[in-house]
């Protein structure tokens, strides 16, 4: 008699935390090349299917699983959401990010590098701050300490992370346009991080 198992398989990005996808893109990274192990590495980060299981799924039900998997992996352009609720308080994305506090822009250059691990929660922090006055869509946001706590972003859905990390780099993007030629060699060597992903993903920045 076979012993019937239960699988939970996420159907978007919202049901995979930062924590977990840190952890998969460990074991992408070490087992690159080799597609059984790049399976089994998804499976097990993001379904709790250990390689033992997996490979005692029949043949259908280990498609559709991968085919679940794959059917929104690839997808991580997603939209900008600008708040949440998360144990009780209301988070909101800095209002006007062209209008952020310039110590909070320059840590959070510091911070974002182009994989996602802890350095990207600490920016999160920084991005999302607590809501402390709304009037209609229209918040304010509490003041940049430097000290926000940031291990609870770990656990955040990685929805709100892609839509954060696109909108970031879109906007850095747009800045960047902006600066005067004169002012460029100043700026690549404050905000090197920024300048060099943007680079990487095929992203030529004019100059004004």
């Not at 920024?194 to 992203?203: A, C, D, P, Q, T």
Request: with cysteine.
């Amino acid at each position: 008699m076979k012993k019937e198992i239960l699988i939970s398989v996420p159907k978007n990005w919202s049901a995979i935390t930062l924590r977990q996808y840190i952890e998969l893109q460990k074991d992408l990274k070490a087992y690159e090349g080799e597609s059984e192990a790049l399976l089994a590495a998804m499976f097990y980060h993001l379904c709790g299917v250990t390689p033992e299981i997996m490979r005692k799924l029949d043949t259908e039900t280990f498609l559709n699983i991968k085919a679940e998997l794959e059917g929104f992996i690839s997808d991580t352009d997603l939209p900008l959401v600008t708040h949440f609720d998360y144990d009780g308080i209301t988070y909101g994305i800095y209002p006007n990010l062209s209008k952020i506090e310039y110590g909070a822009y320059i840590d959070i250059s510091k911070l974002v590098t182009k994989e996602m691990g802890e350095d990207w929660a600490k920016a999160m922090a920084i991005l999302y701050r607590p809501i402390t006055k709304q009037k209609g869509k229209l918040y304010e946001v509490a003041n940049y300490t430097g000290e926000e706590e940031w291990e609870w972003f770990l656990d955040l859905g990685m929805d709100i992370h892609w839509g954060a990390y696109y909108f970031f780099f879109y906007l850095s993007m747009e800045l960047l346009s902006a600066i005067p030629n004169s002012m460029m060699k100043m700026v690549e060597e404050t905000l090197p991080n920024i300048k060099s992903i943007l680079e990487e993903n095929g992203v030529t920045i004019p100059q004004s």
